[in-house]
Protein backbone atom coordinates (compact mmCIF):
# COMPACT_ATOMS: atom_id res chain seq x y z
CA UNK A 1 0.00 0.00 0.00
CA UNK A 2 1.42 3.49 -1.05
CA UNK A 3 0.99 6.09 1.43
CA UNK A 4 -0.33 9.52 0.27
CA UNK A 5 1.62 11.72 3.26
CA UNK A 6 4.96 12.00 4.68
CA UNK A 7 3.86 11.24 7.92
CA UNK A 8 5.80 7.63 9.46
CA UNK A 9 5.61 5.49 11.95
CA UNK A 10 8.52 3.98 13.42
CA UNK A 11 8.18 0.65 15.71
CA UNK A 12 10.73 0.94 18.27
CA UNK A 13 11.39 -2.58 19.88
CA UNK A 14 13.74 -2.66 22.95
CA UNK A 15 13.71 -2.35 26.87
CA UNK A 16 11.39 0.75 27.80
CA UNK A 17 10.97 2.48 30.80
CA UNK A 18 9.66 2.67 33.71
CA UNK A 19 12.06 -0.73 32.84
CA UNK A 20 15.13 0.12 35.13
CA UNK A 21 18.12 -0.53 32.25
CA UNK A 22 20.71 1.19 30.43
CA UNK A 23 19.01 -0.36 26.88
CA UNK A 24 15.98 1.35 28.49
CA UNK A 25 17.15 4.80 29.15
CA UNK A 26 18.87 4.93 25.79
CA UNK A 27 15.57 3.38 23.99
CA UNK A 28 13.78 6.68 25.74
CA UNK A 29 16.32 9.00 24.86
CA UNK A 30 16.57 7.38 21.08
CA UNK A 31 12.86 7.99 20.37
CA UNK A 32 12.77 11.73 21.71
CA UNK A 33 16.06 12.75 19.22
CA UNK A 34 14.78 10.90 16.12
CA UNK A 35 11.20 12.68 16.69
CA UNK A 36 12.94 15.85 17.20
CA UNK A 37 15.34 15.17 14.19
CA UNK A 38 12.37 14.45 12.01
CA UNK A 39 10.58 17.91 13.03
CA UNK A 40 8.41 15.49 14.79
CA UNK A 41 6.81 14.18 11.57
CA UNK A 42 6.84 10.44 12.87
CA UNK A 43 4.62 8.47 14.97
CA UNK A 44 6.86 6.16 17.79
CA UNK A 45 5.10 2.93 18.16
CA UNK A 46 6.69 0.63 21.99
CA UNK A 47 7.24 -2.55 21.54
CA UNK A 48 8.25 -3.19 24.80
CA UNK A 49 10.30 -6.54 26.04
CA UNK A 50 9.36 -7.26 29.72
CA UNK A 51 10.33 -10.32 31.64
CA UNK A 52 8.89 -10.72 35.36
CA UNK A 53 11.29 -8.54 37.21
CA UNK A 54 10.00 -5.52 35.29
CA UNK A 55 7.45 -3.36 35.84
CA UNK A 56 4.39 -2.43 34.25
CA UNK A 57 4.57 -1.36 30.64
CA UNK A 58 4.11 2.61 30.94
CA UNK A 59 0.81 3.93 28.81
CA UNK A 60 3.23 4.76 25.10
CA UNK A 61 3.79 1.41 25.48
CA UNK A 62 1.97 -0.01 22.39
CA UNK A 63 2.66 -3.64 22.54
CA UNK A 64 4.28 -5.83 25.11
CA UNK A 65 6.60 -9.74 24.53
CA UNK A 66 7.17 -11.66 27.40
CA UNK A 67 10.72 -12.33 27.41
CA UNK A 68 10.28 -15.99 27.47
CA UNK A 69 6.91 -16.98 25.31
CA UNK A 70 8.03 -17.52 22.14
CA UNK A 71 4.66 -16.87 20.78
CA UNK A 72 4.40 -13.03 21.79
CA UNK A 73 7.46 -12.42 19.25
CA UNK A 74 5.20 -13.98 15.86
CA UNK A 75 2.21 -11.43 17.73
CA UNK A 76 4.64 -8.38 17.71
CA UNK A 77 5.25 -9.05 14.10
CA UNK A 78 1.99 -9.33 13.22
CA UNK A 79 0.95 -6.30 15.45
CA UNK A 80 4.22 -4.25 13.52
CA UNK A 81 2.74 -5.52 9.84
CA UNK A 82 -0.81 -4.44 10.64
CA UNK A 83 0.17 -1.51 11.74
CA UNK A 84 1.21 1.09 8.96
CA UNK A 85 5.02 0.89 9.97
CA UNK A 86 7.47 2.22 8.36
CA UNK A 87 10.60 0.92 10.07
CA UNK A 88 11.69 -1.04 12.92
CA UNK A 89 14.34 0.28 15.38
CA UNK A 90 15.93 -2.77 17.50
CA UNK A 91 17.80 -2.60 20.44
CA UNK A 92 19.74 -5.40 20.53
CA UNK A 93 21.21 -7.05 23.77
CA UNK A 94 21.73 -11.12 24.41
CA UNK A 95 19.70 -10.82 27.97
CA UNK A 96 16.77 -9.30 26.49
CA UNK A 97 15.27 -12.36 24.47
CA UNK A 98 14.52 -15.30 25.12
CA UNK A 99 15.79 -18.68 23.72
CA UNK A 100 19.23 -19.80 23.21
CA UNK A 101 21.36 -17.30 22.48
CA UNK A 102 18.60 -15.26 22.64
CA UNK A 103 17.01 -16.38 19.30
CA UNK A 104 13.37 -15.73 19.68
CA UNK A 105 14.17 -12.50 18.37
CA UNK A 106 15.17 -13.40 15.20
CA UNK A 107 11.79 -15.38 14.77
CA UNK A 108 10.10 -11.75 14.67
CA UNK A 109 12.87 -10.16 12.47
CA UNK A 110 12.31 -12.49 9.47
CA UNK A 111 8.27 -12.19 9.80
CA UNK A 112 8.51 -8.31 9.65
CA UNK A 113 7.95 -7.14 6.19
CA UNK A 114 9.39 -3.53 6.75
CA UNK A 115 13.55 -2.25 6.91
CA UNK A 116 15.37 -3.03 10.12
CA UNK A 117 17.51 -0.69 11.58
CA UNK A 118 19.41 -3.34 14.50
CA UNK A 119 21.63 -1.94 16.92
CA UNK A 120 24.26 -3.84 18.65
CA UNK A 121 25.13 -2.94 22.40
CA UNK A 122 27.03 -6.01 22.96
CA UNK A 123 29.57 -7.77 19.97
CA UNK A 124 31.43 -11.19 21.86
CA UNK A 125 34.56 -11.73 20.80
CA UNK A 126 34.61 -15.78 21.60
CA UNK A 127 30.70 -16.36 21.65
CA UNK A 128 29.28 -20.02 22.03
CA UNK A 129 27.76 -21.30 19.23
CA UNK A 130 24.54 -20.52 20.34
CA UNK A 131 25.28 -16.78 20.36
CA UNK A 132 27.56 -16.68 17.06
CA UNK A 133 24.23 -18.93 15.63
CA UNK A 134 21.80 -16.11 17.28
CA UNK A 135 23.69 -12.83 16.14
CA UNK A 136 24.52 -14.05 12.63
CA UNK A 137 20.60 -14.79 12.15
CA UNK A 138 19.57 -10.94 13.69
CA UNK A 139 22.37 -9.17 11.31
CA UNK A 140 20.81 -11.34 8.17
CA UNK A 141 17.64 -10.32 8.79
CA UNK A 142 18.30 -6.41 9.56
CA UNK A 143 18.68 -4.08 6.93
CA UNK A 144 21.22 -2.45 8.72
CA UNK A 145 23.31 -2.77 11.81
CA UNK A 146 24.52 -0.18 14.32
CA UNK A 147 27.31 -0.25 16.02
CA UNK A 148 29.16 1.74 18.66
CA UNK A 149 32.91 1.81 18.08
CA UNK A 150 35.17 0.90 15.47
CA UNK A 151 36.39 -2.07 17.73
CA UNK A 152 32.49 -3.70 17.01
CA UNK A 153 32.51 -2.56 13.59
CA UNK A 154 35.40 -4.89 12.73
CA UNK A 155 34.23 -8.01 14.85
CA UNK A 156 31.36 -7.99 13.31
CA UNK A 157 33.16 -8.00 9.90
CA UNK A 158 36.03 -10.63 11.30
CA UNK A 159 33.76 -12.85 13.62
CA UNK A 160 30.37 -12.66 11.84
CA UNK A 161 31.03 -12.13 8.43
CA UNK A 162 28.57 -9.27 8.28
CA UNK A 163 29.02 -7.33 4.96
CA UNK A 164 30.79 -3.62 5.82
CA UNK A 165 28.26 -1.81 3.87
CA UNK A 166 25.23 -3.08 6.11
CA UNK A 167 27.16 -1.97 8.78
CA UNK A 168 26.79 1.95 10.39
CA UNK A 169 28.97 3.18 13.19
CA UNK A 170 26.71 5.50 14.97
CA UNK A 171 28.33 6.50 18.65
CA UNK A 172 26.09 6.07 21.87
CA UNK A 173 23.91 9.26 22.66
CA UNK A 174 24.90 11.36 25.81
CA UNK A 175 23.05 14.41 26.76
CA UNK A 176 24.26 18.31 25.62
CA UNK A 177 25.08 19.70 29.12
CA UNK A 178 27.58 22.63 29.39
CA UNK A 179 31.12 22.17 30.47
CA UNK A 180 32.17 22.92 34.42
CA UNK A 181 30.07 24.33 37.30
CA UNK A 182 30.50 21.89 39.58
CA UNK A 183 30.67 24.18 42.71
CA UNK A 184 27.19 25.59 41.85
CA UNK A 185 26.06 21.35 42.27
CA UNK A 186 28.65 20.75 44.73
CA UNK A 187 26.46 23.89 46.84
CA UNK A 188 22.97 21.78 45.83
CA UNK A 189 24.39 18.52 47.02
CA UNK A 190 25.75 19.93 50.36
CA UNK A 191 29.17 18.58 48.50
CA UNK A 192 31.25 22.11 48.82
CA UNK A 193 34.97 22.36 49.11
CA UNK A 194 35.24 18.47 48.36
CA UNK A 195 36.48 16.76 45.60
CA UNK A 196 34.26 14.00 44.15
CA UNK A 197 34.85 10.70 42.66
CA UNK A 198 31.70 9.02 41.35
CA UNK A 199 30.60 6.02 39.88
CA UNK A 200 27.07 5.51 38.60
CA UNK A 201 24.94 2.71 37.26
CA UNK A 202 23.08 -0.44 37.80
CA UNK A 203 25.32 -2.17 40.40
CA UNK A 204 26.60 -6.05 40.06
CA UNK A 205 29.67 -8.00 40.87
CA UNK A 206 31.06 -7.43 37.14
CA UNK A 207 31.41 -2.95 38.21
CA UNK A 208 34.54 -3.92 40.31
CA UNK A 209 33.02 -1.18 43.14
CA UNK A 210 35.30 -3.42 45.48
CA UNK A 211 38.41 -2.14 43.61
CA UNK A 212 37.52 1.53 44.47
CA UNK A 213 36.65 1.19 48.12
CA UNK A 214 40.19 -0.65 48.69
CA UNK A 215 42.34 2.32 46.56
CA UNK A 216 40.41 4.52 49.14
CA UNK A 217 42.94 4.70 52.01
CA UNK A 218 45.51 5.74 49.15
CA UNK A 219 43.68 8.60 47.67
CA UNK A 220 42.72 9.75 51.51
CA UNK A 221 45.98 10.04 51.79
CA UNK A 222 46.37 12.37 49.26
CA UNK A 223 43.41 13.97 49.27
CA UNK A 224 41.63 13.62 53.05
CA UNK A 225 38.40 15.45 52.22
CA UNK A 226 37.92 13.44 49.21
CA UNK A 227 34.57 11.73 48.38
CA UNK A 228 33.64 8.58 46.30
CA UNK A 229 29.70 8.53 45.66
CA UNK A 230 28.49 5.34 44.19
CA UNK A 231 25.21 6.21 42.74
CA UNK A 232 22.96 3.46 41.68
CA UNK A 233 20.92 0.25 42.82
CA UNK A 234 21.35 -3.04 42.64
CA UNK A 235 20.52 -4.64 38.88
CA UNK A 236 16.89 -6.01 38.89
CA UNK A 237 18.52 -9.03 37.52
CA UNK A 238 20.69 -9.75 40.58
CA UNK A 239 18.53 -8.98 43.02
CA UNK A 240 16.32 -11.89 41.67
CA UNK A 241 19.12 -14.47 41.77
CA UNK A 242 21.22 -12.97 44.78
CA UNK A 243 19.21 -10.52 46.95
CA UNK A 244 21.26 -7.55 47.22
CA UNK A 245 24.43 -9.30 49.04
CA UNK A 246 26.99 -7.71 47.11
CA UNK A 247 25.50 -3.89 48.42
CA UNK A 248 25.25 -5.35 51.57
CA UNK A 249 29.31 -7.01 51.15
CA UNK A 250 30.40 -3.41 49.71
CA UNK A 251 28.97 -1.65 52.88
CA UNK A 252 30.75 -4.16 55.55
CA UNK A 253 33.95 -3.85 53.55
CA UNK A 254 33.78 0.35 53.90
CA UNK A 255 33.44 -0.35 57.31
CA UNK A 256 35.68 -2.69 58.08
CA UNK A 257 38.36 -0.44 55.93
CA UNK A 258 37.04 2.71 58.23
CA UNK A 259 35.87 4.70 55.31
CA UNK A 260 32.18 5.40 56.30
CA UNK A 261 33.31 9.36 56.22
CA UNK A 262 35.18 8.97 52.42
CA UNK A 263 32.33 7.08 50.93
CA UNK A 264 28.78 7.50 49.64
CA UNK A 265 26.21 5.13 48.55
CA UNK A 266 23.15 6.45 46.73
CA UNK A 267 20.81 3.96 46.62
CA UNK A 268 18.16 4.78 44.05
CA UNK A 269 17.75 4.75 40.29
CA UNK A 270 17.88 8.16 39.62
CA UNK A 271 15.81 10.50 37.26
CA UNK A 272 18.12 11.57 34.31
CA UNK A 273 17.52 15.09 36.00
CA UNK A 274 19.33 14.15 39.53
CA UNK A 275 21.88 12.22 37.63
CA UNK A 276 23.18 15.05 35.53
CA UNK A 277 23.51 17.21 38.92
CA UNK A 278 25.58 14.16 40.41
CA UNK A 279 27.70 14.68 37.44
CA UNK A 280 27.97 17.80 37.06
CA UNK A 281 28.89 17.92 40.39
CA UNK A 282 32.03 14.91 40.12
CA UNK A 283 35.71 15.67 39.78
CA UNK A 284 36.68 12.09 38.84
CA UNK A 285 34.51 9.51 36.94
CA UNK A 286 35.83 5.84 37.61
CA UNK A 287 35.00 2.39 35.97
CA UNK A 288 37.09 0.04 37.48
CA UNK A 289 35.36 -2.78 35.51
CA UNK A 290 36.49 -6.14 36.01
CA UNK A 291 36.58 -7.58 32.31
CA UNK A 292 37.06 -6.54 29.26
CA UNK A 293 34.46 -7.77 27.26
CA UNK A 294 32.19 -4.58 27.25
CA UNK A 295 31.94 -3.29 24.26
CA UNK A 296 29.36 -0.44 25.41
CA UNK A 297 29.32 2.09 27.86
CA UNK A 298 26.51 4.60 28.51
CA UNK A 299 27.47 5.61 31.48
CA UNK A 300 31.18 5.67 30.49
CA UNK A 301 30.11 8.19 27.17
CA UNK A 302 28.09 10.39 29.43
CA UNK A 303 30.71 11.39 31.77
CA UNK A 304 33.22 11.93 29.16
CA UNK A 305 30.75 13.57 27.39
CA UNK A 306 30.29 15.40 30.24
CA UNK A 307 34.15 16.71 30.54
CA UNK A 308 35.18 14.39 33.76
CA UNK A 309 38.20 13.12 34.19
CA UNK A 310 37.75 9.38 33.75
CA UNK A 311 40.20 6.59 35.51
CA UNK A 312 39.03 3.17 34.36
CA UNK A 313 40.09 -0.23 33.66
CA UNK A 314 40.55 -0.71 30.20
CA UNK A 315 37.47 -2.57 29.06
CA UNK A 316 36.86 -2.17 25.31
CA UNK A 317 34.58 0.68 25.13
CA UNK A 318 37.35 2.33 27.82
CA UNK A 319 40.35 1.55 25.63
CA UNK A 320 38.69 3.73 22.71
CA UNK A 321 36.77 6.65 24.71
CA UNK A 322 39.58 7.33 26.57
CA UNK A 323 42.74 7.00 24.16
CA UNK A 324 44.63 10.16 23.11
CA UNK A 325 44.76 11.30 26.64
CA UNK A 326 40.80 11.78 27.52
CA UNK A 327 41.39 9.42 30.57
CA UNK A 328 43.86 7.03 32.46
CA UNK A 329 43.67 3.07 32.13
CA UNK A 330 44.65 1.09 34.89
CA UNK A 331 44.55 -3.04 35.18
CA UNK A 332 41.42 -4.74 36.22
CA UNK A 333 41.59 -5.29 40.01
CA UNK A 334 44.34 -3.42 40.62
CA UNK A 335 43.48 -0.94 43.75
CA UNK A 336 46.99 0.31 43.95
CA UNK A 337 47.50 1.48 40.91
CA UNK A 338 43.57 2.79 40.55
CA UNK A 339 44.36 4.97 43.95
CA UNK A 340 47.86 6.70 42.32
CA UNK A 341 45.75 7.50 39.39
CA UNK A 342 43.28 9.51 40.79
CA UNK A 343 45.23 10.70 43.45
CA UNK A 344 47.86 11.77 40.72
CA UNK A 345 44.80 13.68 39.37
CA UNK A 346 43.31 15.26 42.28
CA UNK A 347 46.61 17.03 43.40
CA UNK A 348 47.23 18.01 39.98
CA UNK A 349 44.42 20.74 39.15
CA UNK A 350 46.12 21.63 35.71
CA UNK A 351 46.59 17.72 35.07
CA UNK A 352 42.73 17.37 35.83
CA UNK A 353 41.72 20.42 33.78
CA UNK A 354 43.23 19.11 30.88
CA UNK A 355 42.26 16.42 30.79
CA UNK A 356 38.39 17.82 31.57
CA UNK A 357 38.81 19.62 28.25
CA UNK A 358 39.94 16.68 26.01
CA UNK A 359 37.16 14.36 27.17
CA UNK A 360 34.03 17.37 26.83
CA UNK A 361 35.71 18.13 23.27
CA UNK A 362 35.69 14.84 21.80
CA UNK A 363 31.92 14.68 23.36
CA UNK A 364 30.69 16.89 21.36
CA UNK A 365 30.28 14.48 18.31
CA UNK A 366 27.95 11.96 20.64
CA UNK A 367 25.72 14.32 21.95
CA UNK A 368 21.88 13.44 21.46
CA UNK A 369 20.76 15.77 18.78
CA UNK A 370 23.74 14.59 16.27
CA UNK A 371 23.01 11.43 17.26
CA UNK A 372 19.13 11.08 16.34
CA UNK A 373 20.04 12.81 13.06
CA UNK A 374 22.13 9.91 12.20
CA UNK A 375 19.65 7.43 12.90
CA UNK A 376 16.53 9.45 11.45
CA UNK A 377 18.86 9.67 8.18
CA UNK A 378 19.73 6.28 8.12
CA UNK A 379 15.82 5.18 8.45
CA UNK A 380 14.77 7.91 5.78
CA UNK A 381 17.17 6.01 3.46
CA UNK A 382 16.01 2.63 4.00
CA UNK A 383 12.35 3.65 3.57
CA UNK A 384 12.65 5.88 0.97
CA UNK A 385 14.83 2.85 -0.92
CA UNK A 386 11.56 0.50 -0.21
CA UNK A 387 8.70 3.22 -1.22
CA UNK A 388 9.71 6.11 -2.56
CA UNK A 389 10.00 4.42 -6.35
CA UNK A 390 7.29 2.99 -6.38
CA UNK A 391 5.17 6.44 -4.55
CA UNK A 392 7.24 8.42 -7.82
CA UNK A 393 5.91 5.68 -10.45
CA UNK A 394 2.20 5.64 -9.02
CA UNK A 395 2.11 9.65 -9.76
CA UNK A 396 0.86 10.75 -6.17
CA UNK A 397 1.46 13.90 -4.75
CA UNK A 398 2.08 14.53 -1.12
CA UNK A 399 0.00 16.02 1.09
CA UNK A 400 1.97 18.10 4.15
CA UNK A 401 3.29 15.99 6.85
CA UNK A 402 1.61 16.76 10.11
CA UNK A 403 3.42 17.30 13.36
CA UNK A 404 3.48 15.22 16.51
CA UNK A 405 4.48 16.42 19.68
CA UNK A 406 6.79 14.97 21.60
CA UNK A 407 4.42 13.21 24.31
CA UNK A 408 1.65 12.84 21.16
CA UNK A 409 1.79 9.30 20.95
CA UNK A 410 -0.94 7.16 19.21
CA UNK A 411 -2.45 4.34 21.77
CA UNK A 412 -2.88 1.37 20.04
CA UNK A 413 -4.89 -1.45 21.10
CA UNK A 414 -2.99 -4.85 22.25
CA UNK A 415 -4.56 -8.05 20.95
CA UNK A 416 -6.65 -9.71 23.66
Known amino acids: MIRLNTHRRIAFASSYPPRRCGIATFTSDLVENICEASGWTIEPVIVAMQSNTSPLPSEVVSFCI ?11 ADFINAGDVDAVSLQHEFGLFGGPGGSHIARMLRRIRVPVVTTLHTVLEKPLPEYHRGLIDVCNCSDRIVVMNE ?17 ELIPHGIPDVPFGQSEQYKRQLGLRDRKVIMTFGLIGPNKGIEVMIRARPQVV ?48 FVTKRQLRKFLAATDVYVTP ?12 AFAVGSGKAVVSTPYW ?23 AAIAGLLGDDSYLATMQQRAYRYGRKMVWPKVGRRYWDSMQALITSK ?11 QEPAHAYGPYAVRQVQQPA
Open 387 to 397: HGLAAAQAGYS
Open 317 to 339: AAEELLAEGRGLLVPFGDSHKLG
Open 66 to 76: DRDVKGDYMEA
Open 289 to 300: YMHKEQLTSGTL
Open 151 to 167: RGFGMLKRIYGVAQSKI
Open 221 to 268: QADPEALYVVVGTTHPEIVKRDGYKYADWLRRLVSELGLNNHLAFYNQ
